[in-house]
């Protein structure tokens, strides 16, 4: 069950990130989760969108540097080592985490974390037979 994840090169520059978030905004689409790594020059930023396919293709049009990935989305505890947890599952099978972020739940019982993994498919089956729970695309765009 992976999610899709849109990620956009900016320049590091004013009013880069406002224009990609006022232009998600004005196509009716709404913002789950973002994270940005950013140097001098430029920034990734990557978000979790309610509709994938139309913010991809609108910001392309637009003409920004975008790509769609594939992450997890892990419904981790809420609570000291829920994470480390779920880490200690993919360590132990060898797969390596490119990056995580997290974010809210309306019912704030766990915490849900977008997981990049360098082998997706065996994270999705380790996570799985670990009795992780993935959350699949809807219930995440749905939030």
Request: aromatic residues 6%; charged residues 30%.
């Amino acid at each position: 069950m992976r999610v899709k994840q849109i990620s956009v090169f900016l320049e590091n520059k004013v009013g880069r990130l406002s224009e990609v978030t006022r232009i998600l905004g004005e196509e009716g689409i709404n913002i789950r989760a973002l994270s940005i790594a950013d140097t001098t020059e430029f920034g990734i930023l990557r978000m979790i969108v309610d509709k994938p396919d139309s913010a991809y293709k609108v910001l392309k049009d637009k003409g920004f540097a975008t790509s769609m990935t594939d992450v997890l989305a892990v419904e981790v505890e809420d609570k000291p080592g829920g994470l480390a947890k779920v880490l200690e599952i993919l360590k132990e099978a060898g797969i390596n985490v490119e990056y995580v972020y997290a974010f809210v739940t309306p019912s704030g019982k766990n915490a849900l974390v977008v997981i990049r993994v360098e082998k997706m498919e065996e994270g999705e089956k380790v996570l799985t037979n670990a009795g992780v729970r993935l959350l699949p695309p809807e219930e995440v765009y749905a939030l």
